[in-house]
């Protein structure tokens, strides 16, 4: 999206670490492990004796298995290590860790590589024996060590992923944006919103098959009864090639402004030819416009997002309301329309789908919903049913089709095996137990392909009165797992457990562990206290990255690299928490290509927190309406006290698409929903497409001292003040700095003045040009893009500057200030980007 530059911000001394005390001169008992050990040697040997009588131990489990041996005959008098030789290792269960293996502060016990050494964990097993089957593909029986009825989604070939057969081909060159089917676009596609003012108006131009009279059926929702207006009729009006205007009828309210209705709305008198259409708000009030359907069969009836044919001989003219050639209204957008299906149905275009699919009992179906219900944040995977060429549908079912589906979208169909048709692609028959692969370059004896058997390899299994502890996972290499559809993404739903799970844990730590090609959440912690995940790599995961829930007080999460995540399903984190977290650090780590977020903390009920000196760049790169840095809070009144500092974020880009057409939404640092009592300062964002803030609806936020540079083509900040919630916000000694012509400094919601506490001794500049506020009023919309003395007028900026802020090196993102800048005569301290991001040897 962006360049990524090496630019960092201040260091962090992470305080309360949790880590085990080791008892005093004892050196640590040590239990080794190697691939050629045996599990009934004794594990006090790092290599197998001369007559191979003792050596090294097999595997994990016997290792713990000594240690719980070990204990039953004493507590423990040193620490003890579990040192893993190098090589791979390919258990055929995950590790589980109860209370009864955990450690203490004097004597903790770890599981860490051999000095110099790498042991790799491998959740999968190698396929080989593959023979010709047709043209460039091979096949290959599924080996023993997958019992009967195995299943896997995932395939590793010489450690890359491979990809399930699909249709369309994956385009490596242009992922996001090609290798997609669409849904039917005919359905209505979008609809056109927020035209409400007096003096807005829409145009098209159509054409007219025949004379005739034309009865007008409009496709409409509004909820305009709450403001005191139960029907838009003779509110509006069309006009036909600047003729006399024609007033739209019968428009009540639908319940909701995506609840679309059908209504015989007018009738037009029309010649045969070529026309142009005129949509008019004569007297005010609003509703979201999807389509016009022009007939001239008296008997034609809509049905929902289905266009039945008209009478034979009579016309259907369907205007798209969102393909209008000009309009005039600064706030009009363009909105999810009227569902083009229900949730387990969608119409194909004409020769893009086989019905033939549907004969693969596991083909399935990825697509990424528009509906209202989705805010465009996430895709579904659902089971292909139906694919049924006289009516242009496909079926899918499953739990994943949560919300509707809209024309436009987009998706694509897998494990076919008649799409196995382009290198690096691969289908599973599972019945017949019969691997097929198209490898990306012809097999060797040295080629490893690699399924998965496990989805997870290390489990903490606590209990809240009694967790495991002072237990440590260092320096191990963990991969080629696999993912599964119980894994929580259910619409919102995000991560339920990782490779690495912990439930209820404390003084737990990984450390410099990596974990590549994985399913799962790298890191899944819940229930847990002093914990530390700390310079790791987590990478090519099919999931997110690392997830800590309900933990009681300091956690710490730092130094990790975390990159390229969300390679099956998008509605993910680098790293993430959720409810009841209190007290955790979240500092110095690297997070970038992400399908969603950064870093998102669901702050409804946890406080405390501090999110600090991270690297945050090329982000939401598949999914819609989200952040760089992101929170998410639904209690109206709840104030965290966490502060999100020193953060260095930028290229969000918030992707999505209708019918290929891109579509962007998403700010650096985004206050959602309710999130209140944060503190934000110290920030370098810039490159997010939508603004570098977003304040949606909490109470009693204060930003202040940070720099916002060319954040998008629209507008610099957005305060909301949504549901008229935001009370006490403070936004001061900041720089906001940008290019794009046509972009605002600030946009407001309504009633926003009234929210904000304190706005002043900020820098504005807009590279010599006029600096404008977007602000609401009584006027006609068009005149609420506003001078920033309007604001000034309000009381708010009363000493700021409109000023060059005088950054060193902007064209290389250098945004230190040089001596003579006027922002530090308005009292903002520079901020030294020198410590962001991992730093060397953070983990032990």
Same mark, same amino acid.
């Given at each position: ?26 050196? /640590? ?29 097999? %595997? ?104 399930? +057969? ?58 305009? $009864? $709450? ?54 708000? &004569? ?93 465009? +944040?996430?895709?579904? @995977? ?33 494990? @076919? ?32 392909? @690699?399924? /998965? ?32 559809? &119980? ?292 006027? /006609? ?18 000493? %700021? ?16 200030? $040089? ?26």
């Amino acid at each position: 999206m962006g360049c990524r530059i090496g630019m960092l911000l201040v260091g962090v001394v992470v305080s309360g670490s949790g880590l085990p005390v080791v008892a005093d001169g004892a050196p /640590p008992e040590v239990i080794y492990v190697a691939p050629s050990g045996n599990d009934a040697w004794s594990g006090r040997l790092a290599d197998a004796n001369g007559e191979r009588t003792d050596g090294p131990l097999a %595997s994990l489990a016997a290792a713990r298995d000594a240690i719980r041996k070990r204990k039953e005959a004493g507590p423990l008098a040193a620490p003890v290590e579990v040192r893993l030789r190098g090589g791979v290792y390919r258990p055929q269960e995950m590790l589980v860790l109860e209370p009864r293996d955990s450690g203490t502060e004097q004597c903790p016990v770890s599981y860490l590589a051999h000095p110099e050494e790498t042991p790799v964990l491998s959740g999968g097993v190698p396929i080989t024996g593959f023979k010709p089957w047709r043209g460039e593909i091979v096949s290959a029986e599924l080996p023993a060590s997958l019992p009967e009825g195995a299943y896997f989604r995932s395939l590793f070939v010489d450690g890359e992923r491979m990809i399930r +057969a699909r249709c369309p081909n994956y385009v490596p060159e242009d992922p996001y944006r090609k290798g997609f089917l669409y849904i039917r676009p005919d359905c209505f596609g979008e609809a056109v919103g927020a035209m409400h003012n007096r003096g807005d108006w829409l145009e098209w131009e159509y054409e007219t098959p025949a004379n005739g009279e034309y009865r007008v059926w409009a496709l409409y929702a509004h909820g305009m $009864k $709450k403001l005191g207006r139960e029907d838009m009729a003779g509110q509006t009006s069309l006009a036909v090639d600047g003729g006399p205007k024609v007033a739209l009828e019968s428009l009540p309210d639908t319940d909701g402004w995506t609840n679309y209705r059908w209504s015989e709305a007018a009738r037009l008198t029309l010649a045969a030819g070529k026309h142009t259409l005129r949509w008019s708000n &004569d007297k005010g009030g609003g509703y979201n416009l999807d389509a016009l359907v022009l007939t001239d069969d008296p008997e034609w009836r809509p049905a929902g997002w289905k266009r039945p044919p008209a009478t034979a001989g009579k016309h259907l003219v369907t205007i798209q309301c969102e393909e209008y050639k000009a309009c005039q209204g600064l706030q009009i957008v363009k909105c999810g329309g009227l569902s083009a299906s229900s949730k387990t149905e969608f119409p194909f275009l004409v020769g893009t789908a086989k019905a033939s699919w549907a004969q693969e009992p596991d083909a399935e179906v990825h697509v990424w919903p528009s509906s209202p219900h989705s805010c465009r +944040a996430f895709n579904e @995977i659902v089971k292909l049913d139906r694919v049924d060429p006289a009516e242009a549908i496909i079926a899918v079912s499953g739990k994943e089709a949560a919300v509707e589906v809209c024309s436009g979208d987009r998706y694509f169909v897998e494990n @076919i095996l008649e799409e196995l048709d382009s290198p690096g692609e691969w289908y599973l028959d599972r019945a017949g137990r019969t691997l097929y692969l198209w490898p990306k370059s012809p097999l060797t004896e040295t080629s490893q392909v @690699i399924a /998965p058997r496990l989805t997870r390899l290390v489990e903490f299994r606590g209990a809240r009165e009694q967790p495991v502890e002072f237990v440590r996972l260092a320096g191990l290499t963990i991969e080629e797992t696999d993912y599964t559809p &119980d894994d929580g993404f259910v619409a919102y739903g995000r991560n339920l457990d990782g490779v690495i799970t912990l439930r209820h844990t404390a003084h737990v730590s990984v450390e410099d562990c990596r974990l590549r090609n994985i399913g799962k959440a790298g890191l899944h912690s819940d229930g847990d206290r002093e914990n530390r995940f700390v310079g790791n790599e987590i990478s090519h995961g099919a999931e997110g990255g690392i997830y800590l829930m309900n933990s009681a007080g300091g956690t710490v999460i730092s130094d990790n690299h975390i990159h390229h995540l969300g390679w099956v399903y998008k509605h993910v984190a680098g790293i993430s928490t959720g409810t009841q977290v209190h007290g955790a650090t979240i500092a110095h780590n690297h997070v970038h290509d992400t399908t969603r977020w950064g870093i998102s903390v669901a702050h409804t009920d946890s406080t405390r927190n501090i999110v600090e000196s991270n690297h945050l760049h090329d982000l939401n790169t598949e999914t819609y309406d989200t952040g760089g840095l992101e929170v998410t809070q639904q209690s109206r009144d709840h104030r965290s006290g966490s502060i999100f500092r020193y953060n260095l974020i930028h290229d969000t880009g918030g992707y999505s698409s209708m019918m290929g057409r891109d579509m962007w939404n998403s700010w650096g640092i985004y206050l959602d929903s309710f999130a209140g009592g944060f503190t934000v300062y110290g920030n370098v964002v810039y490159g997010a497409y939508d603004g570098g803030l977003m304040v949606q609806g909490g109470k009693d936020n204060r930003i202040y001292n940070n720099i916002f540079v060319e954040n998008g083509p629209h507008r610099q900040l957005l305060i909301a003040n949504f549901s008229d919630n935001s009370r006490g916000t403070q936004f001061h000694h900041n720089i906001v700095s940008y290019t794009a012509p046509e972009a605002v400094a600030i946009y407001c919601g309504r009633q926003v003045p009234q929210s904000i506490a304190r706005w002043d001794e900020n820098l504005y500049w807009h590279a010599g040009q006029e600096v404008r506020v977007f602000s609401p009023g009584d006027e /006609p919309y068009g005149q609420w893009t506003r001078a920033l003395d309007f604001w000034k007028g309000l009381g708010f900026d009363q000493e %700021s500057l409109v000023a060059d802020p005088q950054f060193i090196d902007p064209g290389r993102h250098d945004y230190r200030l $040089k001596p003579t800048s006027p922002a530090l005569g308005l009292g903002f301290e520079p901020i030294d980007l020198s410590g962001v991001g991992p730093r060397r040897g953070a983990g032990r």
